[in-house]
């Protein structure tokens, strides 16, 4: 089994779409084994977002991840950062995201694209130790 970070972007919550993500991880057959809603600090913004820094888009990233609540939660099951990034599809929800994934049918712009995903195990033990400090081994 396999473990992954996955977030609802405040535009997700904004948009009344925590039910339908959280729906379609349980269809999915995925286990949420940690879950919260939190503001995200700045600290907690740019440790996540390291490896954007210096990018054209990282100062409004940064602007948006923070300006409101996220729902946060730890994912379990076989190959579950690869089926929840199925579930999420690309991260332009009109170029790349395939239809009947969440960022083709709820999102039309890359920035606002509702929800995040780890990319790697490495990346998933990261940002698990970052948003579940009391969970992570
Ligand atoms: P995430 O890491 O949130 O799961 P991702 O792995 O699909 O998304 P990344 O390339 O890691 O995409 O980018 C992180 C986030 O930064 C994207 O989800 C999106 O919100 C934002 N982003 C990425 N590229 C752009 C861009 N060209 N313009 C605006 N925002 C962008």
């Given at each position: 089994?396999?473990?992954?970070?996955?977030?609802?972007?405040?535009?997700?919550?904004?948009?009344?779409?925590?039910?339908?993500?959280?729906?379609?991880?349980?269809?999915?057959?995925?286990?949420?084994?940690?879950?919260?809603?939190?503001?995200?600090?700045?600290?907690?913004?740019?440790?996540?977002?390291?490896?954007?820094?210096?990018?054209a888009?990282?100062?409004?990233?940064?602007?948006?991840?923070?300006?409101?609540?996220?729902?946060?939660?730890v994912?379990?099951?076989?190959?579950?950062?690869?089926?929840?990034?199925?579930?999420?599809?690309?991260?332009?929800?009109?170029?790349?995201?395939?239809?009947?994934?969440?960022?083709?049918?709820?999102?039309?712009?890359?920035?606002?694209?509702?929800?995040?995903?780890?990319?790697?195990?490495?990346?998933?033990k990261?940002?698990?130790?970052?948003?579940?400090?009391?969970?992570?081994?």
């Amino acid at each position: 089994t396999e473990q992954t970070l996955i977030l609802v972007k405040p535009d997700g919550v904004a948009r009344g779409l925590i039910g339908e993500v959280l729906s379609r991880v349980e269809r999915k057959g995925l286990t949420i084994a940690a879950l919260k809603m939190e503001t995200v600090s700045e600290e907690l913004a740019g440790a996540h977002y390291a490896e954007h820094e210096g990018k054209a888009f990282y100062p409004s990233l940064i602007e948006f991840i923070t300006s409101g609540p996220v729902v946060a939660a730890v994912l379990e099951g076989p190959r579950a950062i690869a089926a929840f990034r199925q579930l999420a599809g690309g991260t332009d929800p009109v170029e790349k995201a395939l239809p009947g994934s969440i960022r083709a049918d709820f999102a039309l712009e890359t920035q606002f694209n509702l929800v995040h995903g780890s990319d790697s195990p490495e990346s998933a033990k990261r940002e698990i130790a970052l948003w579940f400090p009391e969970f992570a081994q």
